[in-house]
């Protein structure tokens, strides 16, 4: 069966500090590949997605990943955090011929920024 | 635009009552989804729906049932609530004209005592 994993599950860093969180999937074929944040006490919202193209994507609030199809990957960076960005990050993938439109979501990795 | 909206926002039931969660959207999405979500374990799929009149099993579906009467709105059912389905539940949407990325409405956190 397909997976997605997230391979931290909590993380805690200073503001400033640089941010990368890893992303792994298992399946082989034609992927979309969506990361969503969900910030204390709300829904999921978008933060970026990939459906093709250039493999580095940049979303909203400075965060940016990059799609490396040999590795299966799809990291979620950000060059310096803010307190702001303390939430909960998931990393999600539908098959690109997919006709249901499931996502698979990864386990979620909950980020701490400290002030 | 609403978006996605869910009814109601917290609801604590006791153990062995029924109760429905109402999702609607308002952007014309063919495809409707379930969730759950849990500490620890992510989002999980319930039912999901791919158009008005049909739904299908999700990853942890026993326990609920779902309907899709018309397009816009998906509803989930607790038959018989069990302290085992305390949970946030999430509501999303998509169409396959964006790629079936999902809209999420904003939860219903429920209790079963």
């Known amino acids: 069966a397909q997976s997605v994993s997230q391979h931290n599950h909590h993380v805690i860093l200073s503001e400033a500090a640089s941010l990368e969180l890893g992303c792994n999937y298992s399946?082989?074929?034609?992927?979309?590949l969506f990361w969503y944040v969900q910030y204390p006490g709300q829904h999921l919202q978008l933060l970026l997605k990939?459906?093709?193209?250039?493999?580095l994507v940049k979303g909203i609030k400075g965060f940016e990943a990059e799609f490396i199809k040999s590795k299966f990957s799809f990291n979620l960076r950000k060059p310096s955090v803010q307190w702001s960005d303390t939430a909960e990050y998931f990393c999600a993938v539908t098959h690109g011929s997919s006709n249901t439109g499931k996502l698979i979501f990864g386990q979620g990795t909950t980020l701490q920024v400290k002030p | 635009n609403a978006g996605v909206t869910q009814t109601p926002k917290f609801r604590v039931l006791k153990t062995g009552q029924s109760m429905t969660l109402l999702c609607a959207q308002d952007m014309n999405h063919e495809y409707m989804y379930w969730y759950r979500q849990d500490p620890g374990m992510g989002l999980r799929l319930i039912h999901y729906s791919v158009g008005e009149g049909t739904t299908a099993k999700g990853e942890v579906p026993d326990g609920y049932n779902v309907s899709r009467l018309k397009k816009q709105n998906f509803l989930l059912g607790l038959e018989s609530a069990a302290p085992s389905q305390t949970s946030v539940y999430f509501c999303?949407?998509?169409?396959?004209?964006?790629?079936?990325?999902?809209?999420f409405g904003p939860g219903t956190r429920l209790t079963v005592t």
């Open positions: 990939y459906f093709s193209g250039d493999p």
């Open positions: 399946y082989g074929g034609t992927v979309n």
């Open positions: 999303a949407s998509s169409s396959q004209r964006g790629n079936y990325e999902q809209y």
